[in-house]
């Protein structure tokens, strides 16, 4: 028998919305932390899904943010059980806060945690906060914000919370909660993992990969005109139409912001490094740790992957460990499991695309 989810809530989230959602088959869920490449995946799976490279409706309207509190939990149901395509809905509620349906298959994203820091830190200042505190309901603050540290001083402090992750999804510790339960689900034939780095490096190879996982058959005519589509430069261009929520962004252009990775290691020194790296050998086991560093060094492929699980096919998840402390130790790194394989792509801690970008 499955576990009750865990009911994660803020200021403009509730993940007590999912609870009695009527999932069909096939629905895909994405599963993410904030700037980890959530609407980079829901536009592959638009453009996989549609097979078209403009799109019918913007993006937010074609995948909800179910548990975002602006539009109303009855509006969203009613849009998504009006919706006859294949469906695709967003969450950034990790996999213990949401029901685990058989029949649907459920997407996580991952990201260096550094570099998914400095783009939180950057996307804090082009929300209009005042924005969302009228469409979510809650009060005018009754003191003035505090003036933001500069990205250094922040960084520094981000690392070093010790916050309760299940309070603080977008702290350190809570990024490496939704990731390390993720982790340990990983070998269910309905969960996938999806690196940010993976998709920078080989855009083209992960598209496919998701599509062979999704059981989504494209022509092969179709790729190279679908693989631009979900390029930066053409999802920036379209920014008005991708971004997450219309109107509580500054500059929806700058949702798109920059993209390369190594941004956070660039700003710290060689000991805020390795305070960095003991901080996370803490919170999360080790072999989560070394893909997540390193994914760009290695493709890792877990035994589900060697072929396509088609929904309709698959076995409830019904138990997961816990996440784990654990200490550092140095080992080799590994894939995810013993099927891993050299990836024939870029390699080095820092490769990057050629136009030196990353993608949003």
């Given at each position: 028998?499955?576990s ?27 599963s ?6 959530t ?10 899904i ?33 919706q ?14 949401i029901?685990?349906?058989?029949r ?5 994203t ?12 950057h996307?804090?200042?082009?929300i209009?906060r ?6 979510t ?18 960084l520094v ?7 309760d ?7 350190l510790?809570?990024v ?12 269910e034939?309905?969960v ?6 993976d998709l ?13 996982r999704?059981?989504?058959t494209?022509?092969?005519q ?26 509580i ?11 390369t ?7 710290l020194?060689g ?6 790296h ?6 999360a086991?080790?072999d ?7 994914s ?5 492929l ?5 072929g396509?699980?088609r ?27 013993e099927?891993?394989v050299?990836?024939?792509r ?11 970008r990353?993608?949003?």
């Open positions: 028998m499955a009750t989810p865990f009911r994660y809530q803020s200021a403009d989230e509730d993940s007590a919305r999912w609870l009695g959602f009527p999932f069909r088959d096939g629905d895909i869920v994405i993410t932390r904030s700037k980890t490449g609407t980079w995946v829901q536009m592959i799976c638009a453009l996989l549609f097979q078209v490279t403009e799109l019918p409706a913007p993006l937010a309207q074609l995948s909800p943010w179910l548990d975002h509190l602006i539009t109303p939990r009855e509006q969203v149901y009613a849009r998504l059980a009006a006859e395509h294949r469906r695709f809905i967003k969450t950034h509620t990790p996999l213990d806060g029901p685990l349906d058989p649907a298959t459920y997407i996580v991952a990201r260096h945690p550094l570099d998914m820091a400095v783009s939180l830190y996307q804090g200042a082009n209009d005042a924005r969302v505190r009228q469409l309901g809650q009060p005018e603050p009754a003191e003035p914000p505090r003036p933001v540290k500069p990205l250094h001083d922040w402090g981000w690392i070093a919370a010790d916050d992750p299940r309070q603080h999804l977008d702290s510790p809570g490496l909660w939704h990731l390390s339960d993720a982790w340990a689900r990983r070998h034939p309905n996938l993992l999806v690196h940010y780095d920078s490096a080989d855009l083209a190879g992960q598209m496919r990969r998701l599509a062979g999704l059981g989504i494209v022509p092969e179709a790729w190279p005109a679908l693989t631009r589509a979900a390029s930066f430069e053409a999802m920036r261009d379209r920014a008005d139409q991708l971004v997450p929520t219309a109107g962004l500054k500059d929806n252009a700058a949702f798109f912001r920059r993209g990775s190594g941004a956070g290691r660039e700003i020194t000991a805020e490094l390795a305070g960095y003991a901080r996370v050998a803490s919170l086991p080790p989560l740790v070394r893909w997540l560093h390193s760009k060094d290695q493709i890792h877990s035994r589900t992957d060697r396509i699980t929904p309709g096919h698959r076995e409830q998840h019904v138990s997961v460990a816990e996440p784990h402390r654990v200490r550092m130790v140095r080992q080799p790194r590994i894939g995810l499991d099927a891993a050299t990836c024939p870029a390699t080095g801690i820092d490769a990057r695309r050629d136009d030196g990353e993608r949003c």
